[in-house]
């Protein structure tokens, strides 16, 4: 039998590292000995043991013995090792007698006790088991190795202890396995930070990164020491250093330089607003960010000149007018020059001169005060347009305007002084609104007016008597509102007047004789007010008079021979009165 068949291997654990080899089983002097159980190896808490024929390995495995090994675990000897055994125990007899003796000399015991007490020790059995095994080497046999193997007291008590120790190792390595496995498994889920992560933590401020925070720390100093003439003295400074930006005597360049947005922001809103640019409208804040951040011109914002201005109003207009409603928006906030927008014209330098939004659908909202920007505004033109709100009193900024028509809208409020300031202006409607209110004395300084109408609003009081200064007036109406008092004898220095409607009010005096002045007077209504007298004998030197409307009024006579030679095609008064020559006649209770 080879050397190699009375050893048992272990199996490699799961973890791949080996369990060492087991102590070789041997056979005892006696036949029906049975083999010792193996001791867990040390290290790895895996045992094996020997039960009914079978190697059991601390993984839960079982190898079946092979060659003799299942005879000697069974408690039988072979023949051929029985044959081999006789013949060594007689050479043994003869050669060990000698030893023996001096054995039992030495240890003061009979070798006989000495033979028992080797045979009841197992490890003494096992040590000479091992030097027999020695002995047997070194002379070179060519036979198979005899084992030896104490016979246990019981052989059933030792093994059932072998296989709890096995399995109690066995659960111990599953527990083991299991912890470790768990281990790995929270490890994970927790992802604990890598070398890499602490590098990227490194770069980061309060949970930001250190760029990110380093641009933040630079718009916050930009904000507080951009003042009102640092911030403006330091932006002129940078854009003069930029190649691309002019002298500060040449025209500006529409290329800004490399300021980041929330800077350009705030910089450009303190210089629209300087005095409260931390509370802007909604309107211009929009206007401001579509300027900065949208507008595809990329203007340049440190400084105000015409086109940024006039730019950045006209954006106001839009968002404050709800300008996506609007019936036509070609071309509105896009990157084409703001003349080529719908409804607004230019002059060859590019400023606006005319804003034409009549039947726009403004979407019922107000105008914004930044319409007041428009210097060189010569015409707006915002009829039916769908406008609310009141007139802002930045209109008398627009010095520049010769045509103005709100008219048709639902305006409201009173008509601001500062119209005064408009003495350009040829053409002023603002009628078919909601306004109230008395007229500013302060119309009395158009004097280039030709055509101004109140008609069909609430105005009230009495018509300034400034009103005799605007001989350039062709067409005057204050038609359908609150005006009372007398008719102002200055009408009549508007020599140039051909219709004037004063009817639907409440003046309550008798028509002045000066009318009879106004020799281009074609239209002449004063019909349903509260007017006294006769009709003045002078109105009848008005040859170029067509229609003629005193009906619905308090008159009592002055009508009997009054326009017979005129060629009027309507002359109408009051049913009551003796009127030969009216065309028409109402009948008015009072």
């Not at 005879?71 to 125990?89: F, N, S, Y």
């Not at 070798?111 to 088991?129: C, D, K, L």
Request: hydrophobic letters at 35%; a negative charge.
């Amino acid at each position: 039998m080879d050397s190699n068949d009375d050893e048992t291997k272990t199996r490699p654990s799961r973890g791949g590292a080996s369990i060492g080899k087991k102590k070789p089983l041997r056979l005892a002097s006696e036949p029906g000995a049975v083999a010792e159980p193996s001791r867990p190896s040390s290290g790895n808490g895996v045992a094996s043991t020997s039960s009914g024929g079978k190697v059991v390995s601390g993984n839960g495995r079982a190898s079946r013995p092979s060659g003799g090994q299942a005879d000697v675990i069974a408690g039988r000897i072979p023949r051929h090792m029985q044959r081999d055994q006789e013949a060594k125990e007689r050479a043994r007899v003869s050669g060990s007698s000698a030893s023996t003796q001096e054995a039992s000399v030495s240890t003061g015991q009979p070798a006989s006790s000495s033979n028992e007490e080797r045979a009841s020790t197992p490890e003494v059995a096992s040590q000479g088991t091992r030097d027999s095994n020695r002995h047997d080497r070194n002379e070179g046999s060519g036979e198979a190795r005899l084992v030896e193997a104490e016979i246990a007291p019981d052989i059933d008590d030792a093994v059932q202890r072998a296989v709890q120790n096995a399995l109690k190792s066995h659960e111990a390595s599953q527990q083991a396995n299991r912890q470790q496995n768990q281990d790995y498994t929270v490890a994970q889920a927790q992802k604990v930070p890598t070398d890499d992560d602490d590098l990227e933590d490194e770069d980061k401020i309060c949970g930001m990164p250190r760029r990110l925070c380093f641009c933040l720390l630079i718009v916050v100093v930009a904000a507080i020491a951009g003042g009102v003439g640092g911030g403006i003295a330091a932006s002129r400074s940078n854009s003069a250093s930029d190649d691309e930006s002019p002298p500060a005597t040449a025209a500006p360049s529409a290329h800004p330089t490399a300021v980041p947005t929330s800077v350009q922001f705030l910089e450009l809103a303190e210089l629209l607003y300087p005095e409260n640019f931390d509370s802007i409208p909604d309107e211009q804040y929009d206007a401001i960010e579509w300027i900065v951040e949208y507008d595809p011109r990329n203007l340049n914002t440190s400084f105000l000149y015409p086109e940024l201005t006039e730019r950045f109003s006209l954006a106001t207009l839009f968002f404050a007018t709800n300008g996506y409603g609007w019936n036509d928006t070609t071309l509105w906030l896009t990157g084409a020059s703001h003349c080529a927008w719908f409804g607004v014209d230019c002059d060859p330098q590019d400023s606006v001169t005319g804003l034409n939004l009549a039947h726009q659908s403004l979407g019922g909202n107000a105008l914004p005060p930044e319409l007041g920007n428009l210097s060189k505004l010569q015409s707006a033109d915002f009829y039916a347009a769908e406008l609310w709100g009141s007139v802002p009193t930045e209109i008398g900024l627009l010095t520049a305007l010769t045509y103005l028509d709100f008219s048709v809208n639902s305006i409201t409020g009173t008509l601001p002084t500062e119209i005064g300031e408009l003495t350009m202006l040829t053409k002023l409607s603002v009628s078919e609104n909601d306004m109230f209110g008395r007229m500013p004395s302060e119309v009395g300084l158009l004097t280039m007016m030709e055509n101004m109408a109140f008609a069909q609003n609430a105005f009230d009081g009495q018509i300034p008597t400034e009103i005799g200064r605007l001989t350039r007036l062709t067409f005057l109406s204050f038609l359908q509102n609150e005006f009372m008092g007398s008719l102002p004898s200055e009408l009549g220095n508007l020599s140039d007047l051909t219709i004037l409607l004063m009817g639907e009010n409440r003046f309550s005096s008798t028509i002045p004789a000066e009318l009879g002045n106004m020799a281009s007077l074609e239209e002449l209504f004063v019909q349903s007010n509260s007017l006294t007298g006769s009709v003045p004998s002078s109105l009848d030197q008005l040859t170029d008079l067509v229609q003629v409307y005193v009906n619905d009024n308090d008159l009592t006579a002055g009508l009997v021979d009054l326009f017979c030679d005129a060629n009027l095609t309507y002359f109408v008064a009051d049913c009551r009165l003796d009127c030969g020559c009216c065309t028409g006649c109402t009948d008015y209770s009072g």
